[in-house]
């Protein structure tokens, strides 16, 4: 349902949730962007919003984003993938438009310390060793290819 609500809408919504909330909110591609990045916000000083939805979250996100900025709402970011964007030199448009260090999340884990925690956690010891690799060297070469 969310995926049909226009950028407009979304930016109303946000600028009618500030009569009643003096926090941030941060604007998020979607629900596993949200996850991710709750368990680094004070929830009680920034509200996470979702921006799923047609064409791209990516874009919806920066479009709400541009809409608020526009009318010189306060408290506002967006988190966005970066995608393919700094190879293709894609100006980021906003200081308050912030791009993952690497593609995406998922690139983000794999070049983060997190990663041996989660293969620890849910791994299979036998498979791993059975790789006689580093997990991480494996992941990006098949993501390479």
Do not use: W
Not at 1 to 11: H, I, K, N, Q, S
Not at 40 to 49: A, P, R, S, T, Y
Not at 80 to 86: C, E, K, N, Q, S
Not at 115 to 144: C, D, H, P, W, Y
Request: glycine letters at 4%; charged letters at 25%.
């Amino acid at each position: 349902m969310r995926e049909f609500l226009t950028v407009d809408r979304v930016a109303n919504q946000i600028r009618l949730r500030r009569s009643t909330y003096a926090g941030t909110f941060l604007l998020v591609e979607g629900s596993s962007d949200k996850t991710f990045y709750e368990r680094f916000v004070d929830k009680l000083g920034c509200e996470l919003v979702i921006t799923a939805g047609k064409p791209s979250s990516k874009q919806r996100a920066i479009n709400i984003l541009e809409i608020l900025e526009k009318s010189n709402f306060q408290g506002v970011l967006a988190i966005v993938d970066a995608d393919f964007d700094r190879q293709q030199n894609t100006p980021v448009t906003s200081p308050n438009l912030l791009l993952t260090d690497t593609h995406d999340l998922e690139t983000m884990l794999i070049q983060s310390p997190a990663l041996e925690k989660v293969v620890s956690e849910f791994g299979s010891e036998e498979k791993i060793t059975q790789l006689n690799r580093n997990i991480r060297e494996v992941l990006t070469s098949v993501g390479v290819a």
